[in-house]
């Protein structure tokens, strides 16, 4: 590690401490190991990649969405702070591949990857194929260590505000020798990374009883939450404090010291992610409204073009974008590779363009997109 990256880690560990209780174990694995090694981890808040990498010393190159490079901070921590590999997530790409493997055998340096992708919306692991990581795992045939995340999803939701100075679990662990990966087959290993990946904040938490403390536990919310569990109606939620309303049926519950919900028939989030995605199946020829603003990616030149405000209006067939002076059709059917980045950024491909938009409601336009598509 060159000097410049020494004096940046110190500082930013020390900035970090003032903001955050990190508890941090390990098991079969030195945080000084010189040895390159494959890296996983479960994705618990956006900032995971720092978290995980400052405590090792000679810190695996993360795997970062190639969205993040047309945002000028954000290339410029990935690209002279430390060290990534860009990746166009959902989407297999020649050039990351090469890069990972470029990585271990020149540069001697190990890979941190985040399987699911996307940090989690509401406290548990994200449905993801593991295969196209066993694949890589098994290319490469070094150690597999899993940092496995506790804490960090109430700590700093991608949806809110970041607790006063929370608890951030994170274990460090060799779970696969490379001898080990080379007995297993390719759906052995993804299983397996399957199984080290999952996690539950609220089971956790139930056992660990730890504070998170806010007096705006709930604020951010009404992006992510879009269906009422007692009307059923979409985009009437609003919050305030640490308590979450609908516009029809007022007060609904309360986020305590702990993350529970108080005042429903369920108290935790996962379960309310859930009831939102069977409600929207419900109606599926309704039409739904959205407003953002709307960018054009080009890849080439790590850059965005902000194209101005817009409104979307999306049912099973068709997605319509309306600006000031335009409107353009998407066939639902030729949208490929919707993701949701950081907390609001919704970007996908259509006929070879790269489309970005921050919306007001992205996790409810994610989910219609999916179960348009039969992937819900």
Not at 127 to 134: F, M
Not at 206 to 225: D, F, N
């Amino acid at each position: 590690m060159n000097v410049k990256n020494s004096i940046i880690r110190f500082f930013l560990k020390a900035f970090l401490k003032l903001r955050y209780k990190f508890v941090i174990t390990t098991k079969d694995f030195d945080l000084k190991r010189e040895e390159p090694f494959f890296l996983i981890a479960n994705h618990a808040s956006l900032n995971d990649p720092i978290f995980v990498g400052m405590r090792i010393i000679n810190y695996p190159y993360p795997v970062a969405s190639n969205i993040l490079y047309t945002h000028p901070l954000m290339k410029f921590g990935l690209t002279k702070l430390v060290k990534s590999i860009p990746k166009r997530k959902g989407q297999a790409d020649i050039q990351t591949i090469r890069a990972i493997i470029n990585a271990f055998e020149k540069d001697k340096r190990g890979i941190m990857i985040f399987p699911e992708g996307n940090s989690t919306f509401f406290g548990e692991q994200t449905p993801t194929d593991y295969l196209p990581t066993a694949k890589i795992v098994k290319k490469i045939r070094h150690d597999l260590v899993l940092a496995k995340i506790h804490g960090g999803f109430f700590s700093s939701p991608r949806w809110g505000k970041r607790r006063r100075r929370p608890e951030f679990h994170i274990h460090y662990e060799r779970v696969l020798t490379k001898e080990a990966i080379a007995d297993l087959s390719l759906e052995e290993l993804a299983q397996k990374m399957e199984s080290y990946i999952a996690f539950n904040e609220y089971t956790w938490n139930q056992e660990k009883q730890i504070k998170y403390k806010s007096s705006r536990k709930a604020v951010g919310l009404e992006s992510y939450l879009y269906a009422c569990p007692k009307c059923e109606q979409t985009q009437t939620i609003e919050t305030r404090g640490n308590h979450i309303y609908c516009s029809n049926c007022g007060k609904l519950a309360k986020i305590n010291d702990y993350h529970f919900l108080e005042g429903l028939p369920f108290n935790n989030l996962i379960k309310w992610g859930s009831l939102q995605q069977q409600i929207i199946k419900k109606r599926p020829q309704r039409s739904y409204s959205f407003s953002g603003d709307y960018f054009l990616i080009d890849f080439q030149l790590d850059k965005r073009y902000r194209q101005g405000k817009v409104t979307l209006e999306l049912n099973q067939d068709e997605l319509i974008v309306s600006g000031a002076q335009f409107q353009k059709p998407f066939a639902v059917a030729r949208i490929v590779g919707t993701t949701l980045t950081q907390k609001n950024v919704i970007s996908f491909d259509y006929e070879n363009q790269t489309y970005m938009f921050k919306l007001n409601h992205p996790v409810l336009f994610l989910d219609l997109i999916n179960l348009y598509q039969g992937e819900q």
